[in-house]
């Protein structure tokens, strides 16, 4: 049974940074793209960034140049790095695995086959 759990979030304020941890078990996630979406109250889930299998980054534009995605060695962790996090970065943040396919959207929640139940990030302003 694939499973995909978040941690790292918690209640900070503005201008501190955090980094979420994505752990992955079930299978191996070599071939795997793996991805950060979020989920702010009343708001509908928007995708955050995500890390192809040939290392191949992506970003939504509200984060780009701020947040960084990473993988460790063993590919069954995914981190997302979260300097100065602003108070409209305040969302419950999702995990997500994508298995390897040719027509790989990034941004798309179709596009993925696992996902976590979420860690909350609060950011107080």
């Known amino acids: 049974q694939v499973q995909l759990v978040e941690s790292g979030g918690g209640l900070v304020q503005a201008g501190a940074s955090l980094r979420l941890s994505c752990v992955a078990s079930?299978?191996?996630?070599?071939?795997?793209?793996m991805g950060w979406f979020r989920q702010a109250p009343g708001k509908e889930r928007e995708f955050v960034a995500a890390?192809?299998?040939?290392?191949?980054?992506y970003y939504a534009d509200s984060v780009r140049g701020r947040f960084t995605i990473s993988r460790a060695n063993a590919k069954d962790t995914v981190y997302l790095q979260m300097p100065s996090l602003k108070p409209e970065d305040t969302a419950v943040y999702y995990c997500?695995?994508?298995?390897?396919?040719?027509?790989?959207?990034?941004?798309?929640?179709?596009?993925?086959?696992?996902w976590g139940q979420g860690t909350q990030v609060t950011v107080s302003s």
């Open positions: 890390l192809r299998w040939d290392s191949r980054t």
């Open positions: 079930g299978r191996t996630f070599n071939n795997a793209a």
């Open positions: 997500a695995a994508s298995e390897w396919r040719t027509d790989y959207n990034p941004s798309a929640e179709n596009a993925y086959n696992y």
